[in-house]
């Protein structure tokens, strides 16, 4: 993120590729139905530029892989678009709406939700009350409010149970519904995470590295249930470290580098840029 790494990129922010049809520079732009637009995003963590001058657009029905090198400002963006970090600048759009600076809960009430890197430790739940800790409430406001304001409890919270079953029984991990949920594996963990998001109904949604750490047979059923999800409507943004995995379940794929974004291609173009290569080995991936 030195000044003359900086200097050296020459960004095209409307995207375009070059004129003798090379390589495509920054990322594709103008895409007819983009349910989710990145705008010139900016943040700094002090002197250190985590996201700069970002721009995508993800078309509504893809499953879009992101992918970079560490530190390459993922997550920052992750973080940025779902609403639990303020952009210094820059605009996040979801479905046409402007939801730069919105809370997290908001940015899920217009359809757009994601799943954390590392799951967050659900201490004294069940799997199946860890569920209905919705994407759109604060850890513990949901399922408190189901015995602290019993009188309020409604259809929607008893529809939200039925879903929550249904969605694990999908899932196949209804037979973990009545363990605590600290019991649990990490990769059945995160299939908690992806089964709990979808219990938002979201139209977008971002996964941060779902496969990290999840031994190959969960990996697997993962990628079946975002495949199927996918089918069924779901947009996906996908951040995964395992090449093999992002590759087989994206396009197209958005590389960042530096906090902006480098190219955009299909997995085969993507793999074969040598400048992603060269990002790749300079960011110590
Ligand atoms: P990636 O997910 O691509 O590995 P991150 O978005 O996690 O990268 O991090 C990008 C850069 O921003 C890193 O240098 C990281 O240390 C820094 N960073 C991310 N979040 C914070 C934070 N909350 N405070 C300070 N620095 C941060
Ligand atoms: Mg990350």
Known sequence: MSDSANATTERTESGESDATGGPQIGAVAGKDDAVLRVDDLQKSFGGLTATDHATFEVERGTITGLIGPNG??????????????????????????????????????????????????????????????????????????????????????????????????????DHLATQPATDISGGQMKLVELARAMLAEPEVLLLDEPVAGVNPTLAKKLKTQIRRLNERGTTFVLIEHDMEFVMDLADPIVVLDQGSVLTEGTPEAVRSDDRVIDAYLGGGA
């Open 72 to 173: 390459a400002g993922k997550s920052t963006i992750f973080n940025l678009i779902s609403g639990f970090y303020e952009p210094d600048g820059g605009t996040v759009t979801v479905n046409g709406t402007d939801v730069t600076g919105m809370e997290p809960y908001e940015v899920a009430e217009h359809g757009l939700v994601r799943t954390f890197q590392t799951p967050r430790k659900l201490e004294g739940m069940t799997v199946r009350e860890a569920m209905l800790v919705g994407p759109r409430n604060q850890p513990g406001e949901s399922f408190l409010n189901l015995f602290t304001s019993p009188g309020t409890v409604g259809d929607s919270e008893s529809a939200n149970l039925a879903d929550a079953e249904r969605i694990l029984a999908d899932f196949e991990i």
